[in-house]
């Protein structure tokens, strides 16, 4: 049986109090690793650069099988880029190469820069249009119940790869997630941690481009846009992101 835990932490109370939102994490795991999850969320949330949080809420739910579907995992690969301008300069190449119209591609990136504070989704973009279509508001499109099938096994992919560290770790799950989706053409993505600066452009066609350098660091604004082929159906998206359980199949990964 698997089982979801989801933690959320806020500053200044709950969310829905009106507490600004610190931190956010979830897994789907098997019984035997719940109680070492539930413990890892909670010490996140107690120290996060973002901020202190004084609200921490965290739900664990039972899954049922039949509710589970299968992706692959993206491919991993890293572009270069030694500035902020270089790296947004790349995002917008990689969304062409992708499928997005260049107009939506600059469109997509003037969108995230223009940001004052973080949302805590995403949004959805015409990948030829470049019209912002979801009528999310401030909140946006959250892509959520995803998680990789082999925890153990994946840890170990990534560590070969030089990769450690939650950020890279969710975000190559979470772009799997959201490039399975129908219609879905390209997703861009840099963190709203002042720190991390680091970002991607993935999708069907190419995976996971990894752009190492997308904004100034200090900078506390980040966001994500997910492009989207004209005449995608909103609210069967919607409910494909936060909705569909997925989890992901690194391919070659040994079960262990
Ligand atoms: N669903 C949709 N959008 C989300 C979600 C979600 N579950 N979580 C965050 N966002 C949006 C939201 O607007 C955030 O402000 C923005 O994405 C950035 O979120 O290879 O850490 O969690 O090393 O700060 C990329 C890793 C890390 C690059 C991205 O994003 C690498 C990251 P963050
Ligand atoms: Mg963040």
Same mark, same amino acid.
């Given at each position: 049986?698997?089982?979801? /835990?989801?933690?959320?932490?806020?500053?200044? #109370? $709950?969310?829905?109090?009106?507490?600004?939102?610190?931190?956010?994490?979830?897994?789907?795991?098997?019984?035997?690793?719940? &109680? +070492?999850?539930?413990?890892?969320? !909670?010490?996140?949330?107690?120290?996060?650069?973002?901020?202190? $949080?004084?609200?921490?809420?965290?739900?664990?739910?039972?899954?049922?099988?039949? &509710?589970? /579907?299968?992706?692959?995992?993206?491919?991993?690969? $890293?572009?270069?880029?030694?500035?902020?301008?270089?790296?947004? *300069?790349?995002?917008? =190449?990689? !969304?062409?190469?992708?499928?997005?119209?260049? =107009?939506?591609?600059?469109?997509?990136?003037?969108?995230?820069?223009?940001l004052t504070d973080s949302m805590r989704g995403a949004m959805?973009?015409?990948?030829?249009?470049?019209?912002?279509?979801?009528?999310? #508001?401030?909140?946006? /499109? *959250?892509?959520?119940?995803?998680?990789?099938?082999?925890?153990?096994?994946?840890? =170990?992919?990534?560590?070969? *790869? #030089?990769?450690? #560290?939650?950020?890279?770790?969710?975000?190559?799950?979470? $772009?799997s997630k959201v490039a399975g989706a129908e219609g879905m053409v390209a997703e861009l993505c840099w963190?709203?941690?002042? +720190?991390?600066?680091?970002?991607?452009?993935?999708?069907?066609?190419?995976?996971?481009? *990894?752009?190492?350098?997308?904004?100034?660091?200090?900078?506390?604004?980040?966001?994500?846009?997910?492009?989207?082929?004209?005449?995608? &159906?909103?609210?069967?998206?919607?409910? +494909?992101? =936060?909705?569909?359980?997925?989890?992901?199949?690194?391919?070659?990964?040994?079960?262990?």
């Amino acid at each position: 049986m698997l089982y979801s /835990v989801k933690m959320r932490s806020a500053q200044g #109370g $709950a969310h829905e109090k009106g507490g600004r939102h610190i931190s956010g994490a979830e897994r789907i795991l098997p019984a035997d690793q719940l &109680d +070492y999850a539930v413990l890892t969320m !909670l010490h996140r949330a107690q120290e996060h650069e973002r901020g202190r $949080a004084d609200f921490i809420s965290l739900k664990v739910e039972e899954i049922k099988p039949q &509710d589970v /579907v299968y992706k692959p995992l993206l491919a991993f690969s $890293a572009c270069k880029a030694d500035s902020a301008a270089e790296g947004q *300069r790349t995002a917008i =190449e990689e !969304l062409k190469r992708a499928g997005v119209s260049e =107009e939506a591609a600059k469109h997509g990136l003037a969108l995230v820069n223009g940001l004052t504070d973080s949302m805590r989704g995403a949004m959805v973009v015409d990948a030829e249009s470049g019209e912002r279509i979801d009528g999310m #508001g401030e909140r946006g /499109v *959250r892509a959520s119940k995803m998680d990789c099938v082999n925890s153990r096994g994946y840890d =170990e992919y990534m560590q070969q *790869r #030089g990769l450690t #560290g939650d950020h890279v770790r969710e975000a190559l799950v979470l $772009a799997s997630k959201v490039a399975g989706a129908e219609g879905m053409v390209a997703e861009l993505c840099w963190s709203d941690d002042p +720190y991390y600066v680091t970002g991607y452009v993935a999708s069907p066609l190419y995976g996971y481009r *990894r752009i190492p350098v997308m904004k100034e660091r200090g900078n506390g604004v980040g966001g994500r846009i997910f492009f989207v082929r004209p005449g995608t &159906d909103m609210q069967k998206l919607i409910n +494909y992101m =936060e909705e569909q359980v997925v989890m992901i199949k690194p391919e070659g990964v040994p079960e262990c």
